[in-house]
């Protein structure tokens, strides 16, 4: 199963919004409605942010939104705030119990 | 408040053995799948395996297959790794993961393997 296809970095200044993406198949992302997020600062644990494509858990930040188009995902961050420089990774259930995860992206808060 | 603790983790030569324990406590154990997730230092993660919440199933990433186990202990709220013939590519943060319907959600704080001779 190959990762899933992050971009490696993006950048924006507080208050703007930014969207990583997250490329796949028709075989994770594509064939199921299981695409979660996770933020990661460094040295912590990831946390998830975003679950089943666009649903928040209790907690996050409604400026976190999550979508899909066919095979690729989408996490976008509105209104972007110091704290939310971290690495973000995608996950996408992938079929036959098997899950995929991004390479990651890295938002830098300029 | 969920909380999982990993455990077990250290150095190890290439060939070794070791095993992995995760605690969990504050929700019921027995009702959630578990993943296993790693991750090498500096870099992206990897899923590693899954359980069911019975422990009547269980699935591998191809690059363990053969050499882990996953297994639990629904008693004990633990959940174990067992890890044979490691290779220096194992090294990595382990993290003890629950699952909620096909998403992973709540992670623990990661335990560090290093194959090295």
């Known amino acids: 199963q190959s990762a899933l296809t992050q971009p490696r970095s993006v950048s924006g200044s507080p208050g703007q919004s930014v969207a990583i993406s997250c490329t796949g198949s028709m075989s994770d992302i594509g064939g199921y409605n299981y695409v979660s997020w996770y933020q990661q600062h460094p040295g912590k644990a990831p946390k998830l942010m975003i679950h089943?494509?666009?649903k928040r858990p209790s907690g996050v930040p409604d400026r976190f939104s999550g979508s899909k188009s066919g095979s690729t995902a989408s996490l976008t961050i509105s209104g972007l705030q110091a704290e939310d420089e971290a690495d973000y990774y995608c996950c996408s259930y992938a079929g036959s119990y098997n899950w995929v995860f991004g390479g990651g992206t890295k938002v830098t808060v300029l | 408040e969920v909380q999982l603790v990993e455990s077990g983790g250290g150095l190890v030569q290439p060939g070794g053995s070791l095993r992995l324990s995760c605690a969990a406590s504050g929700f019921t154990f027995s009702d959630y799948w578990m993943h296993w997730v790693r991750q090498v230092p500096g870099k992206g993660l990897l899923w590693v395996s899954l359980?069911?919440?019975?422990?009547?199933?269980?699935n591998y990433a191809d690059s363990v297959k053969g050499r882990f186990t996953i297994s639990r202990d629904n008693a004990k709220k633990t959940l174990y790794l067992q890890m044979n013939s490691l290779r220096a590519e194992d090294t990595a943060v382990y993290y003890c993961?629950?699952?909620?319907?096909?998403?992973?959600?709540?992670w623990g704080q990661g335990t560090l393997v290093t194959v090295s001779s």
């Open positions: 993961v629950r699952d909620s319907r096909y998403s992973p959600d709540c």
């Open positions: 359980i069911y919440s019975d422990g009547s199933g269980t």
């Open positions: 089943d494509v666009t």
